[in-house]
Each structure stands twice: as structure tokens, then as C-alpha cells.
């Protein structure tokens, strides 16, 4: 972290707490809302280069696992930490004066089918001057976004998206699926058209529009050390790379939804709103069926869509319409190989790692959902690779290191795919396949152990397939507890008060902190003290037993009530998690310290007496 950082630690929430943590949150607020309204925006360069938003950017990236990846320049985030704040302040400023991007190293990702997709990983400031850009054109572009785009957007998710595509299939009785393969999609976005596409959603910052130019045409450094110049495409793995996609494909999204959602009728039809806040408009789509259109429905995510359709007539002329469409208006061809019609009456339609598809019941067709099966064979190498890391461990704390990479895998794939309908049947056969290796490879394990509380006991504990290595827990693969999909609430919105507070009344368990917990224990300490502080994140949903705010990786500080010194343990009942202020509020000695802290946490009555419980326990006196 910064020098300045050291010195003046905040709290913080999630990405929502980092912004009121730097004051931008009413500045993204007012992007946002004046986005909305139509509002072109000219000078936004101060904005991005200002100095809350630089250490914005920083606290975010330094928060991102891939900080830690070098670019070309060997350099991570902890090269950045010993500058103080204003030397980092002028350096990232001084970047936005004569932007000049680094060359991007290029890294080769192995993709199921044995290909590979190149990812670019730019240097660490060329990441934090993306990510400034970033922080102020999200709230502008969302506020342009469809609601059918789920990938990489505030509150959205695969989840939102099979949800819709679920909702689509049985509740609208939209059979036949238009599946369209973008070839090479990242590789091929025109630049002269994304830049065009920023300027009609009301970015009109010359500065601004010519620095991002910059950044698409960086140079990639190949492998042999020569230099490679993009003239069209955006690089896989970039920051801003998300946000750019979702604005070039933002056109089809609208397009799509002209064509019939949004279609303007000679007559008024009265519309109504779900629980959900969706608006229903089944007189509308009654009295646009009797027109001759093609009905249609896109959902997307990232450069993945399908378009839904009611026959197979509409559905075929929908899949020529598209394929036109993006070769006309965005330079973009479609892989013949890949792209078809599906009737999903008959065949299953695979999206985001799951096959999908609709089966009679009663009177009436359901969704039939499984993982694809490309995917189980992807999660029975990714297992069948950590079962082999247990069995070749060298040492105990290896060997538990070794079985929490395994825990977090296994659960990671249970939480991804628990939304599909029949993933208890997909991962029985997966445990099934693996069962003899793990008996082979792990010769110890046996049916009895005791669990703690934990998210294995909550999940896992009433599984007779739970086995024990050592008197640690393996997560059973064949037991997964099976969830609807859940669409995001239309009043869910990172960029409105009241959109917030939906956001923080809804939080609840973040697996994702928890699965880096597992994947980076604190060195140094004890078995048990990793064991417990798992347990304690789950038992305590992931939240400051102070404060109540959400853990976050890098903000996680497990406290001992009583200290080793005074003859403490590493104990279940011996420790708590909390934020990182809050710990140091706990040992904080001087007066000073201690103001400086309670003025930045503002804890009520109740927050201040588990506070000074926690204190006392520690050896330190009340503050009153």
C-alpha cells in the first residue's frame, strides 16, 4: 500500500464503500443521472486525472488478484508501494498529459478444445490509468445499457443471465434459440466505430477518446520479443476491455429489442410490473403477433447472446437478419460452424457452461438445464489436478494447503453450476468418475472427523459422502444443494441511493472472499488458525463482528480475544474477524489513534460495547 495509506486507513465495504471512501460516490451518481437525461459530456479529463480518483483506482486494483501478475516492465502493485501518495498522485497524472501506452505482454490461456486465447496484460500503471477511465465511464454507460446485457455490469451475473434465459423459455413459451458464434470477436472490433459508438452515447472528450485510441492501438510484445501493432480488436485481459465490448455490442442489444420489445403500436395497451419490477406486456406482444414481425429476445453476456424466438420461421429469419446486421454495421463475421438454430424442444442449447433446454410436463414445458459437457470434462481435470496436489504434498501444512485449493475448487464448481436443474445427476457421475482416484491416490481417507462451524458444516454436514484426510474435511463432489436463478431486481442500481440500499439490504455470504481466503492462508500461523478463521468467515457471513460490514480480500484481520502472549490459542472461541481499522482499534494505544479511528468508523452504542468487550479481553482499557 502507499506510504500515506500506512498512516490513514478507512473502511470499506465493497466497490460501492470505495467510492464514499474517496467522496465520488455523488459524482457518479451525477454521471450517472445526467447519462440518463441525455447529456453529452466534454471534459471529463479532470475528473479521471483528479486526485480522489487516482486513489480510487489504486485501492481497487491493489484489490484484484491479477496486481500481483507482472507486465512487461516486471513490475506489480507492491512495486508501487513504497512512493508516497503525492509522488503516486503526479505519476499517474502526468501519464494523462502525453499518454503513451507500454507494449502488452502477451499471454496464452489453454481453452477446453485444446486452442488458446490470447490475453494481454498490460504494465501496472498502464492498469491504473485504465481503471481511472473506467471508474467514470461506467456510470455514464449504464446509464445507456439494455437490460439484456448481464455480462461484466454492476449486480449482473451469469445467474441474471440463465435466469432470463429460463424465463424465456418456460414462462414465455420461447422455444427456438438463435445461437450466434462471433468470430474472433475481441480480435476484430473495429476501432474507428468503437470510438464513433463512445461519441453517440454522449462521450465527447477529444482528450479522453484519443488516449483510448491510444490504448487499443498499444503494441503486444510477442513471445520472440518482437512487436506487434493492433489496427483492429481490444486485448483480452484488460481493464477497460469489458466496458468496451459491452458499448461496441450495446447497438445489437437495442437493435434487437426494436425489432419487437420495443416496437411502437397505433394503439395504447396498458403493461403491468412483476414482483420483480419487470414490466409485462402481454397485450402489447398479443397485438404485435397479429403483424407479420419476427418475434425475438436477446440475452447476452459479454460477446455470448442467444435471441429466443417463438418458431422456427422467425427464428431462421432472425439468424439471417443478425448475421447481416453485424457484418454490415459492425464489420463483424459469424462462425458457420458454431451458429444455428435450435429447436430446444429437441436439442439442447449451450451458454456460459451449461446446456439448456425444455421438456413436456403435464401440459406445459419446463426448463431442462445440466452442465456442458465440456465443462464436466473441464471440472474433472481441474479436481482430478487437486487430488494429485494432496497426494503429493511433502508436509502437513502442505498437505492442508493442499486441501483447502481442493475444498475451494469443489466448492467454486458447486456454487457456479448449482443453478442448473439437474447438476445433481452432472456432478453424481463427476464423483462417481473420480471415486477410485481418490481412493488410490488418498489411502488415509475415512468417514470419521468432527466439523466445526463452518460453510462445510451449513453446506456439506448432513452428506454421507463427506470424507476426512488427517481429520480435515473433503468437500463431497457428488453433493451439491440445487438454487433457482435469480434475476436482478430492477431497483437494484449501484449508481442511485435507493438502488444502493436494495444492494446492502441483499448482501449476504460472499463465497468469492471466502474461496481466497482458503487459496491464501496467513503465513506463518497455525493449522487450526486457518481451519478456524474459514469457519469464523462463515459463521460470521462474512461480515466485521463489529462493524457488520462485508469482508473483502486484503481487509480480512483475524483477531485473538486473548492474546498468544497472554496464553490465548488458536481456538475457535479464541478468535473473530474484522476489519482491518477495526483491528487496529482494537490494540490502538495512543488518544490520538484513537480519535482518528472512531471519527472515520463512526460506531453507534451497540458497535462501541463489542468494541470495548474485545478490548478489555486484550488487555487494553475502555474507551469511554
Known amino acids: 500500500m502507499l506510504a500515506s495509506e500506512r498512516r490513514k486507513k478507512k473502511p470499506k465495504k465493497s466497490k460501492i464503500r470505495y467510492t464514499e471512501y474517496y467522496d465520488l460516490q455523488g459524482v457518479f ?11 453529452t459530456f466534454q471534459n471529463l479529463m479532470p475528473l479521471i486525472a483528479s486526485e480522489n480518483n487516482i486513489m480510487l483506482a489504486y485501492r481497487t486494483i491493489k484489490g484484484n488478484k491479477g496486481s500481483h501478475t507482472p507486465g512487461v516492465d516486471k513490475r506489480t502493485i507492491k512495486s508501487l508501494a513504497s512512493m508516497s501518495e503525492e509522488e503516486f498522485v503526479r505519476m499517474i497524472q502526468k501519464q494523462f498529459s502525453w499518454y503513451k501506452p507500454r507494449p502488452v505482454r502477451r499471454v496464452e490461456i489453454p481453452k477446453p478444445d485444446g486452442r488458446t486465447r490470447p490475453i494481454g496484460i498490460a ?17 455514464i454507460c449504464e446509464a445507456k445499457f439494455s437490460e439484456h446485457s448481464n455480462g461484466f455490469r454492476p449486480n449482473r451475473s451469469t445467474e441474471t443471465a440463465i435466469a432470463e434465459c429460463c424465463r424465456l423459455m418456460q414462462i414465455q413459451h420461447l422455444h427456438y434459440a438463435v445461437d450466434i458464434d462471433i468470430q474472433g470477436f475481441f480480435d476484430n472490433v473495429s476501432h474507428s466505430k468503437l470510438i464513433k459508438q463512445m461519441w453517440t452515447m454522449g462521450i465527447r472528450d477529444k482528450k479522453l477518446l484519443c488516449i483510448i485510441r491510444q490504448m487499443l492501438k498499444a503494441p503486444v510484445a510477442l513471445p520472440d520479443g518482437k512487436l506487434s501493432y493492433p489496427s483492429r480488436g481490444t486485448a483480452q485481459g484488460s481493464v477497460l476491455s ?58 447476452r453476456y459479454a ?40 429447436n430446444m424442444k429437441r436439442q439442447y442449447s449451450d451458454f456460459l457452461g451449461f446446456k439448456l433446454k425444455v421438456i413436456p410436463k403435464g401440459k406445459k414445458y419446463v426448463v431442462c438445464s445440466h452442465m456442458r459437457d465440456k465443462a464436466v470434462a473441464k471440472a474433472k481435470n481441474t479436481i482430478a489436478a487437486a487430488i494429485a496436489e494432496i497426494q503429493n504434498a511433502g508436509s502437513e501444512k502442505a498437505q492442508y494447503a493442499a486441501i483447502q485449493n481442493y475444498n475451494s475448487v469443489v466448492f467454486g464448481l458447486h456454487n457456479y453450476y448449482r443453478i442448473a436443474t439437474r447438476v445433481s445427476g452432472d456432478f453424481g457421475k463427476l464423483a462417481w468418475g473420480l471415486k477410485k482416484r481418490m481412493e488410490n491416490r488418498l489411502p488415509g481417507l475415512t468417514r470419521e472427523g ?48 435507493e438502488g444502493r440500499e436494495q444492494i446492502h439490504k441483499n448482501l449476504g455470504f460472499n463465497t468469492e472472499t471466502m474461496i481466497w481466503m482458503m487459496r491464501n492462508p496467513v503465513l506463518g500461523k497455525t493449522i487450526e488458525y486457518a ?33 498468544l502472549q497472554d496464553g490465548g490459542t488458536d481456538s475457535y472461541g479464541n478468535l473473530v474477524l474484522v476489519t482491518e481499522e477495526v483491528h487496529a482499534l482494537i490494540h490502538a494505544v495512543h488518544d490520538d489513534t484513537v480519535q482518528k479511528c472512531l471519527q472515520r468508523l463512526q460506531l453507534d452504542k451497540k ?14 482499557s475502555v474507551i469511554g
Open 303 to 342: 460477446d455470448d447472446f442467444k435471441i429466443f424466438c417463438r418458431t422456427r420461421r422467425d427464428a431462421l429469419r432472425t439468424f439471417t437478419a443478425v448475421k447481416l446486421w453485424l457484418k454490415d454495421r459492425l464489420g463483424l463475421d459469424i462462425s458457420a460452424e458454431k451458429s444455428k438454430v435450435v
Open 450 to 497: 468432527k466439523l466445526q462451524n463452518g460453510y462445510i458444516q451449513e453446506r456439506y454436514g448432513k452428506s454421507k459422502q463427506l470424507r476426512f484426510l488427517n481429520g480435515h474435511p473433503l468437500i463431497p463432489i457428488g453433493y451439491v444443494q440445487t438454487k433457482d436463478a435469480q434475476h436482478k431486481p430492477k431497483a437494484v442500481n449501484r449508481y442511485t441511493p
Open 607 to 620: 458497535q462501541m460495547k463489542k468494541l470495548n468487550n474485545l478490548r478489555k479481553m486484550a488487555g487494553m
Open 29 to 39: 451518481d451525477n454521471l450517472y443521472a445526467e447519462s440518463a437525461r441525455g447529456k
Open 531 to 563: 481451519d478456524n478463521r474459514i469457519s469464523l468467515f462463515a459463521a460470521q457471513y462474512g461480515k466485521c463482528a463489529v462493524t457488520g460490514e462485508e469482508l473483502l480480500p486484503h481487509n480480512v484481520h483475524c483477531h485473538h480475544k486473548i492474546p
Open 242 to 299: 469489458p466496458l468496451l465490448s459491452n458499448i461496441v455490442l450495446n447497438e445489437l442489444d437495442w437493435w434487437v429489442c426494436s425489432q419487437w420489445e420495443n416496437m411502437p403500436t397505433h394503439h395504447e395497451y396498458k403493461t403491468r410490473a412483476n414482483g420483480n419490477g419487470t414490466v409485462i406486456k402481454s397485450h402489447v406482444y398479443r397485438a404485435l403477433r397479429g403483424s407479420g414481425l419476427k418475434e425475438m429476445h436477446i440475452v
Open 123 to 139: 504494465t501496472i500503471v498502464d492498469r491504473i490509468v485504465q481503471q481511472c477511465i473506467l471508474q467514470v465511464l461506467e456510470p
